[in-house]
Nanobody, 127 residues
Framework: QVQLVESGGGSVQAGGSLRLSCAAS????????MAWFRQPPGKEREFVAA????????YYADSVEGRFTISRDNAKNMVYLQMNSLKPEDTAVYYC????????????????????WGQGTQVTVSS
C-alpha cells in the first residue's frame, strides 16, 4: 500500500509564495513519475506539474509555467511544489499523485496515468 501525504497548504495574499510537500511511503514504494494536480472550487481537476523520478524531467501547465517549480528528493521519497507569484486563480485543493511503473503511453498531464493519490491540501490566494 502506497500512501501520499501532502502538506504546506494555507492562505496567502496575491504575489506571495507557498511550498507544498508530498511524502510518499509504502512497503515497496518506487515511483516512475509524480505530479501535482489541483481542483479549483466548482471546477474539474486540472494538471499542474509532473516530474519523472529518475531523469528529473519536468512538465508544467501553461498557467503555472515560470511561477511554479516541481522538484523531488529521491532519498526521502519527497516531491515538492514551489509556488511563487501566486494569483487568486491558483486557489484550489492541491493533490499529489504518483505513477509506479514505466509506460510508453504515459502522458504526464493525464490523471488516469497515476495510480496513487494524496488526500489534498487547500491553497487559498486572496487578492
Amino acid at each position: 500500500q502506497v500512501q501520499l501525504v501532502e502538506s504546506g497548504g494555507g492562505s496567502v495574499q496575491a504575489g506571495g509564495s507557498l511550498r507544498l510537500s508530498c511524502a510518499a511511503s509504502g512497503r515497496t514504494f518506487s515511483s516512475y513519475a509524480m505530479a501535482w494536480f489541483r481542483q479549483p472550487p466548482g471546477k474539474e481537476r486540472e494538471f499542474v506539474a509532473a516530474i519523472r523520478w529518475s531523469s528529473g524531467d519536468t512538465y508544467y501547465a501553461d498557467s503555472v509555467e515560470g511561477r511554479f517549480t516541481i522538484s523531488r528528493d529521491n532519498a526521502k521519497n519527497m516531491v515538492y511544489l514551489q509556488m511563487n507569484s501566486l494569483k487568486p486563480e491558483d486557489t484550489a485543493v492541491y493533490y499529489c499523485a504518483a505513477r509506479a511503473y514505466h509506460s510508453s503511453s504515459y502522458v504526464p498531464s493525464k490523471g488516469e496515468y497515476y495510480g496513487y493519490w494524496g488526500q489534498g491540501t487547500q491553497v487559498t490566494v486572496s487578492s
